[in-house]
């Protein structure tokens, strides 16, 4: 018995790996699946799949599957870099990655150098959340696609929000002690100096990445420097710590942030120190903006992992249209012609309006929207985390008002 | 200026008892057995998910009573069926496993909870600023922590050094064989121990819940912390461990709110000085370093006074 299902296995697998290869596109998710950044990983995981799950329940793309196949990166550079190469080795032409900066950029040059290597055999690497500009600057290759708005675009937009509110007058800046946190407050410094040069800036931090257990010290600093907004880039437990810190001393002022709305984790800490209204995050979508098609796909959405709280990311959504429309605009499934079809591609994003990917750089420029967390409007019928609150936009920013300049010089294919 | 000082003495007292909670167990711990007990901070993490759990269930006051004694009890099962018979197999083993305990709480937590953080509060009835200093509330939910980490001091000096308990404990410390002759069975006061230690930190993790984050990851981010603290302390110095918080707790917290650098003392660089090593060097300000600190200091003591501030022998 035993013998015959073992021959009956063998059989099998070549066979389904072939059937694989013939009905399938598919999409290498190298991302972090284990340790400190899993829950996010995860997540996103699973809304990719939803969203190959959506393609294929419409027969595909040009009659073929789409699969997503993990891969764990823990968050690791070099790590990322051997996932990529297995990835590759299995006949895999697509990358997506977007947690954490230092793996795009090992990534993003990682696939440079392997489709000057390899020609014939391109890699096409589509980023949808690794946000440090440099990777659509200095490091940019054609290669490369970027979906969320990078750190320099956001801070536009928080810029652009702190400039129509005069009664801002002294801002403090705290930010993770590495290379993103330190882009943050350079593009901070530089476009409050531009915008609002009456803006005091009353302090200027950078803490630890990770490591800070009690954030009350940085508030009663705040506190001290007298300021009435703090701009914070902080993300995961640095942002929900620092933010529940202050929220328990009293702390009253207005917090600018990348990712205080719309990331797991923080609706419950908001809720517990009773932040109501005080936290706005730049973002380009939350599931209570007021355009029909978003709200199904979150109602949808919600029905499978709501009770879970798994959150997706609308650029997410953003990236596998367009990946199906380039592929359908090029009839075919060549890297290089898919990348020359994304080039200036426009499109209906997923919150409404329209979003395009520029030639230069290859970023992509959206309408964002300025949100904060808290009661909700009887308009508006997502909460966040079972906390009874959620996410209210505040102010919408047109993606030509997010145009920001770009130092990249691209070698395109011949 | 003023208000700075005595809110950051304020917050630096507060996380060093909250520090001392967690160390205390580990430091008689580890005098006992000779074993750095790296699943400590795990105990820690469940003390706090149990807290979670059963504060849903019964409200806060059940779990603040409850987790402490589950967890302990769990601890002590751990001492007496596993770290017993691992005893004989030497130090190393030992600290492989509590090594490998520590990855397996993580798991099981990530398992039973998930890996986002839970949403664990403190008390209602405890839900207003006790008083306001410089208007910074302070919540009495902190003063509360103050008090219950101030009250396992004294009761643990107490037991310790005056209680009939307490003197079979301390000899069992250094002569286990004697006591053991004179009709102690000290199999029963290490798992009693143990269990205590244990207990103790599953009590800071049900206290310090609510304030800090309770998530999987919470234990690897202080273990590392809490070994700084029993050596810089001093081994199985209970006293020490105290003094040793408070100092961690207060130098972290001072040295976040100053700004000072190298260039702000001696004036910037001039412009050609390299920028890689130097430049980096000088302007670094004391509040980028706070963290790193405690580990300087671990480094002095270890090179300076080899026993610990209160240590009676050398580490």
């Not at chain 1, 907004?229 to 929220?247: C, E, F, M, P, T």
Request: aromatic residues 10%; neutral net charge; hydrophobic residues 50%.
């Amino acid at each position: 018995m035993g013998k015959i299902a073992l021959a009956f296995l063998l059989m099998l697998m070549p066979l389904s790996g072939f059937a694989m290869a013939q009905e399938s596109v598919r999409i290498a998710y190298i991302d972090t699946l284990s340790g400190g950044g899993a829950s996010v990983g995860v997540a996103r995981l699973k809304a990719f799949q939803f969203l190959a799950e959506d393609v294929n329940a419409k027969g595909g793309i040009l009659g073929k599957k789409l699969e997503i196949v993990p891969f764990d990166n823990k968050t690791n550079a070099q790590e990322s870099v051997i996932q990529a190469q297995k990835a590759i080795d299995s006949g895999i032409r697509f990358i997506t990655q977007g947690n954490g900066s230092s793996v795009a950029v090992a990534l993003t040059e990682f696939v440079l150098k392997h489709n000057e290597r390899n020609p014939g055999q391109e890699v096409l690497y589509f980023n949808y959340s690794s946000i440090d500009p440099v990777l659509t600057n200095a490091k940019c290759n054609f290669w490369h696609f970027a979906w969320d708005a990078n750190s320099d675009v956001k801070m536009e937009a928080i810029t652009n929000y702190i400039k129509a509110n005069p009664s801002i007058k002294k801002i403090y800046l705290i930010n993770q002690d590495y290379s993103y946190g330190k882009s943050v407050r350079a593009a901070a410094r530089e476009m409050l100096a531009a915008k609002r040069p009456d803006i005091k800036i009353v302090g200027d931090e950078l803490h630890p990445m990770l490591k800070v257990t009690d954030f009350s010290p940085y508030v009663a600093k705040i506190r001290a420097s007298g300021a009435d907004a703090v701009i914070s880039g902080n993300w995961g437990q640095d942002l929900a710590l620092l933010l529940k810190a202050a929220g328990s001393s009293g702390l009253d002022v207005n917090w600018y942030t990348y990712y205080g709305v719309a990331t797991a984790g923080i609706p419950i800490s908001l809720k517990q120190v009773n932040l109501n209204h005080k936290v706005f995050g730049v973002t380009e979508g939350i599931a209570n903006v007021d355009y029909a098609p978003s709200r199904e796909f979150e109602k949808r959405w919600r029905a499978k992992y709501g009770e879970d709280f798994v959150l997706f990311a609308p650029r997410q959504v953003n990236e596998i249209k367009m990946f199906v429309a380039a592929a359908e605009k090029a009839k075919s499934f060549d890297p290089i012609k898919i990348a020359l079809a994304l080039e200036n591609m426009e499109i209906d994003v997923f919150d409404g309006g329209k979003g395009m990917m520029r030639k230069e750089d290859h970023q992509f420029f959206q309408p964002l929207y300025v949100a904060s967390f808290g009661e909700l409007k009887a308009s508006e019928p997502f909460d966040e985390e079972g906390t009874g609150w959620g996410n209210t936009v505040v102010a919408k920013i047109e993606a030509k008002d997010t145009l920001t300049k770009t130092s990249c010089k691209m070698t395109r294919p011949q | 200026m003023l208000e700075l000082v005595i809110i950051s003495a304020l917050n630096g007292v507060l996380y060093g008892l909250l520090l001392f909670l967690m160390a205390s167990g580990l430091t008689v711990v580890f005098s006992m057995l000779g074993v750095l007990n790296f699943a400590h901070a795990g105990f820690y993490m469940l003390g706090a998910f149990f807290g979670f759990q059963i504060s849903k269930w019964f409200g806060f006051w059940w779990a603040l009573l409850l987790a402490p004694i589950i967890v302990g009890l769990i601890g002590a099962a751990v001492e007496r069926f596993a770290l017993r018979d691992i005893h004989r197999s030497g130090h190393v083993a030992e600290l492989l496993f509590t090594f490998g305990l520590a990855y397996v709480i993580e798991e099981v937590v990530q398992i039973v909870w998930g890996k986002d953080p839970v949403d664990y509060r403190g008390p209602p009835s405890l839900d207003f600023p006790a008083f306001s200093i410089f208007s910074t509330n302070y919540p009495s939910y902190k003063v509360f922590m103050f008090a219950i980490s101030v009250a396992i001091f004294v009761a643990l000096l107490i037991v310790i050094k005056r209680s009939r308990i307490g003197l079979v404990v301390q000899a069992s410390l250094t002569h286990p064989q004697m006591v053991a002759h004179l009709g102690h069975n000290v199999g029963l006061v290490f798992t009693l121990v143990f269990g205590v230690g244990i207990g103790l930190a599953a009590l800071a993790g049900v206290i310090a819940g609510p304030i800090l984050q309770t998530q999987s990851n919470m234990a690897a981010s202080l273990i590392a912390l809490l070994f700084v603290i029993i050596v810089v302390g001093g081994l199985g110095s209970l006293a020490g461990a105290f003094v040793a918080s408070l100092l961690i707790g207060l130098i972290q917290t001072f040295a976040v709110s100053l700004d000072g650098s190298l260039a702000s003392l001696f004036g910037p660089l001039s412009p050609d000085a390299p920028q890689f090593l130097i430049r980096n060097i000088w302007t670094v300000t004391i509040a980028q370093v706070a963290p790193i600190i405690p580990y300087a200091l671990l480094i002095l003591v270890l090179i300076l006074r080899p026993m610990g501030l209160f240590g009676t022998r050398e580490t």
